[in-house]
């Protein structure tokens, strides 16, 4: 009877570790970003950020203590900026993507401060984008909506941006434990070149701060 009861109590501690483990949280962020390319560009030195923003949902999920499993599908702004002057000629270009952005990533809660280490692959899908062009005052491009499309040697935009991202936070939690609240820094790498045009590649690269909260269930 005794050994019944401890192997029960086995049981039931197996099942209530397994419960524990599947606790999840959901939750929504909003932020600003920095965005700009990785290219061989021959206008690259007059590259400048451009500002953008991101907002979006996240599905918080614990594997083991201290280690969490973040899917997030986010509403994000690329693209760059380049302003300079060619051959006497001052100029203004900007590039706006407007991507659905799904990272997948590991978090690392730090034990005992409340800080946390983020980092994993990202899928992007662009949804839209805009392009600006303004040349000696005049304005050559106003917003005009980009083409998308992988016909190489064409100057369509690929829809499609993978890559990697990582970055730390601050978390606090409320309620013991019931509302998390968070402020992140988060820099993406994108891995793949954006563009069709010959003999160059233009590759994403954005750095973001962002503010969010996460509910437990």
């Known amino acids: 009877m005794k050994k019944m009861f401890s192997m ?54 614990k594997i083991v203590p201290f280690v969490r499993l973040q899917p997030e599908f986010i509403y994000y702004q690329k693209g760059a900026t380049f302003k300079g002057n060619v051959a006497g000629v001052d100029y203004l270009s900007k ?39 303004k040349s000696a005052g005049l304005v050559v491009a106003d917003n005009t909506a980009l083409d998308f499309g992988f016909e190489k ?32 820094a988060r820099f993406d790498v994108g891995l793949l070149d954006t563009d069709n045009i010959p003999d160059s590649f233009s590759k994403n690269m954005n750095v973001g701060i962002n503010t969010g909260i996460l509910f437990g269930l």
Do not use: C, W
């Open 95 to 133: 590039t706006t993507i407007n991507y659905l952005h799904i990272p997948i990533n590991l978090k690392l809660n730090v034990p005992v401060i409340p800080i946390y280490f983020i980092a994993g692959p990202y899928l992007s899908y662009g949804l839209s984008g805009t392009f600006y062009n």
């Open 8 to 61: 029960l109590l086995v049981v039931a501690f197996l099942f209530l570790s397994v419960g524990v483990q599947a606790q999840f949280k959901i939750g929504a962020k909003a932020g600003l970003s920095l965005s700009q390319y990785q290219t061989d560009n021959p206008f690259k030195e007059d590259m400048t950020l451009k500002p953008g923003y991101s907002f979006g949902s996240m599905v918080d999920i």
């Open 153 to 184: 040697n064409s100057f369509d935009t690929r829809p499609f941006d993978f890559g990697v991202n990582f970055g730390t936070g601050y978390h606090k939690d409320l309620l013991a434990g019931l509302i998390t609240v968070f402020v992140e």
